[in-house]
Nanobody
Framework: QVQLVESGGGLVQAGGSLRLSCAASVRIFSINVMGWYRQAPGKQRELVATITSGGRTNYAGSVKGRAIISRDNAKKTVYLQMNSLKPEDTAVYYC?????????WGQGTQVTVSS
């Protein structure tokens, strides 16, 4: 069983920045892909960014150039730095770990961007 705990969400003005953290209960170098997803009210959950165990990153077009996903294996933590935030970035952000043995999700952290 893998537990993921997100933190760092909050209320921020448009144009501001936030750094989200996802702390894993296992060593993350063993996790094939870790990612951030988000779900806005009334919308489906969507990909924000992923990072592989080898460090390869992938971003949704809507955040490309504004988001940076990174990982610290020693701290068992994955980060999502979001800059130039827009009201449309408002959502619950979820951390995901994709492993050979399963697919795990955190409980989510709310990000609200005011205009």
């Amino acid at each position: 069983q893998v537990q993921l705990v997100e933190s760092g969400g909050g209320l921020v003005q448009a144009g501001g920045s936030l750094r989200l953290s996802c702390a894993a209960s296992v060593r993350i170098f063993s996790i094939n892909v870790m990612g951030w997803y988000r779900q806005a009210p009334g919308k489906q959950r969507e990909l924000v960014a992923t990072i592989t165990s080898g460090g390869r990153t992938n971003y949704a077009g809507s955040v490309k150039g504004r988001a940076i996903i990174s990982r610290d294996n020693a701290k068992k933590t994955v980060y999502l730095q979001m800059n130039s935030l827009k009201p449309e970035d408002t959502a619950v952000y979820y951390c995901n770990a994709l492993m050979a043995v399963g697919d795990y999700w955190g409980q989510g952290t709310q990000v609200t961007v005011s205009s």
